[in-house]
Nanobody, 122 residues
Framework: QVQLVESGGGLVQAGGSLRLSCAASGRTFSSYAMAWFRQAPGKEREFVAEMTWSAWSDISTRYADSVKGRFTISRDNARNTVYLQMNSLKPDDTAVYSC????????????WGQGTQVTVSS
């Protein structure tokens, strides 16, 4: 069973930066996908960014339009950790951010972290 543990949330002023971390354990991650989602109060959970990799293909990434150019997803293979670097933060980015994992070929995300709060003040 995969365990995902997020860290790095907090309170930041608009225009500032934060880096979220998601440490994964419980299996080998040679062919896998991990993503960040967020949910603001009163809103549905939304996709933020995703990274997919395997031993035989290049790493691929994709982002929600609302964060393109501001957020970057990256991975430390040795640490089984995925990061979300968030720059130029806006109050609209305020939400609980959760990381999720799935086998690379799966259609749905099956493993979820507990979430970390990001609050951006104006």
């Amino acid at each position: 069973q995969v365990q995902l543990v997020e860290s790095g949330g907090g309170l930041v002023q608009a225009g500032g930066s934060l880096r979220l971390s998601c440490a994964a354990s419980g299996r080998t991650f040679s062919s896998y996908a991990m993503a960040w989602f967020r949910q603001a109060p009163g809103k549905e959970r939304e996709f933020v960014a995703e990274m997919t990799w395997s031993a035989w293909s290049d790493i691929s990434t994709r982002y929600a339009d609302s964060v393109k150019g501001r957020f970057t997803i990256s991975r430390d293979n040795a640490r089984n950790t995925v990061y979300l670097q968030m720059n130029s933060l806006k109050p609209d980015d305020t939400a609980v951010y959760s990381c999720a994992g799935r086998d690379r070929r799966a259609a749905m995300y099956t493993s979820w972290g507990q979430g970390t709060q990001v609050t951006v003040s104006s």
